[in-house]
């Protein structure tokens, strides 16, 4: 089965630092991996979706990356505001699963980003 | 959003009564999944549907049933809420074949006392 981890668990920043949240996956077959924000009492917004071939997405001032080898991804985020504080999620949908192409998902990084 | 909406939104109920939660989609996608979200857990798959009267379990579906009579609506029930039910359910949509991306929608906050 596949896990999904994210560490740190919560991270706090100054406003205006780049910073880089973690995600990493047991098992390297993946179809595509997605990075989520989430609000504290709402539901999850999708960021970025990167397919298995791809090695990098990019929306606004969020860049994810991929290394499916490693069984890593990232989402660094620059400049930081205060407006960024909330959880990240990522989540992998494996790239041999049968019937529901469900997400795994990690427990989230927590942001704080500090004006 | 994905035109998403789940309904109730908060819900306290006792111990051994049925409970059921409506997700409701406006954009026709095949796919719907229910989610449950627990501290310390990612969001774990309950069960979901690859079209009308097609349903599938998912990794936590005991204690669980669900039901889609309509492509808009997936509908999942309590048989008899317990206390390890309280939770945060989350309903989902995908096209698997056109990239697979996932929308969710707001959530429910299930209390069982």
């Known amino acids: 089965k596949q896990e999904v981890t994210q560490i740190p668990a919560a991270l706090s920043v100054p406003e205006g630092e780049n910073l880089v949240l973690n995600c990493s996956f047991t098992d390297s077959a993946i179809y595509n991996l997605q990075w989520f924000r989430q609000d504290p009492g709402k539901g999850l917004t999708s960021l970025l979706l990167?397919?298995?071939?791809?090695r990098e997405q990019t929306s606004g001032r969020l860049n994810a990356s991929l290394d499916k080898s490693s069984g890593r991804s990232t989402l660094y985020i620059a400049a930081s505001q205060p407006g960024d504080s909330a959880t990240y999620l990522c989540?992998?949908?494996?790239?041999?699963?049968?019937?529901?192409?469900?997400?795994?998902f990690g427990t989230g990084t927590r942001l704080t980003v500090i004006p | 959003d994905a035109g998403i909406t789940q309904s109730p939104r908060h819900k306290v109920t006792e111990t051994g009564t049925p409970v059921t939660l409506r997700c409701h989609q406006t954009?026709?996608?095949?796919?719907m999944y229910w989610y449950r979200q627990d501290p310390g857990h990612g969001l774990r798959l309950i069960h979901y549907s690859y079209g009308v009267k097609d349903t599938d379990k998912g990794e936590v579906s005991d204690g669980y049933s669900v039901s889609r009579s309509k492509t808009e609506d997936f509908l999942l029930t309590l048989e008899s809420a317990t206390s390890s039910q309280t939770s945060v359910y989350f309903c989902?949509?995908?096209?698997?074949?056109?990239?697979?991306?996932?929308?969710f929608g707001p959530g429910t906050r299930l209390t069982v006392t």
């Open positions: 954009e026709n996608h095949r796919y």
């Open positions: 990167i397919q298995s071939s791809q």
């Open positions: 989540a992998v949908r494996g790239a041999f699963q049968t019937g529901a192409n469900n997400l795994f």
């Open positions: 989902a949509i995908s096209e698997p074949d056109r990239g697979g991306e996932q929308y």
